[in-house]
Nanobody, 125 residues
Framework: QVQLVESGGGSVQAGGSLRLSCAASGRTSSMYVMGWFRQAPGKEREFVAAISWRDFSIVYADSVKGRFTISRDNAKNTVYLQMSSLKPEDTAVYYC??????????????????WGQGTQVTVSS
């Protein structure tokens, strides 16, 4: 199994930046993809970005393209989400997740096998 712990959430004004981190432990050699999702109150969990743990593939949701950057440090078993030009609609609990086998649906929460506990991001106008 893989355990994931997010950090770096907080409150920021619109236009500001935050960097989220997700540290993985356990059977990290089994990881194929690391993803970030978010969930706002009363809404479904939404895909944000994902990165392959094995090559250089990256996917972003249209809503964050050009503003968010996902990256990884394999030596530290950590994935990052650099968020810039934040908007109030980015307010949500952000979760990282990992896929432990090769699947195509990187944007689907059901494709991921392990999840972190989430970290709150609040953007005020």
């Amino acid at each position: 199994q893989v355990q994931l712990v997010e950090s770096g959430g907080g409150s920021v004004q619109a236009g500001g930046s935050l960097r989220l981190s997700c540290a993985a432990s356990g059977r990290t050699s089994s990881m194929y993809v690391m993803g970030w999702f978010r969930q706002a109150p009363g809404k479904e969990r939404e895909f944000v970005a994902a990165i392959s743990w094995r090559d250089f593939s990256i996917v972003y949701a249209d809503s964050v393209k050009g503003r968010f950057t996902i990256s990884r440090d394999n030596a530290k078993n950590t994935v990052y989400l650099q968020m810039s030009s934040l908007k109030p609609e980015d307010t949500a609990v952000y979760y990282c997740a990992t896929m432990l086998s090769r699947r195509a649906a990187w944007g689907s929460p059901g494709a991921y096998d392990a999840w972190g506990q989430g970290t709150q991001v609040t953007v005020s106008s």
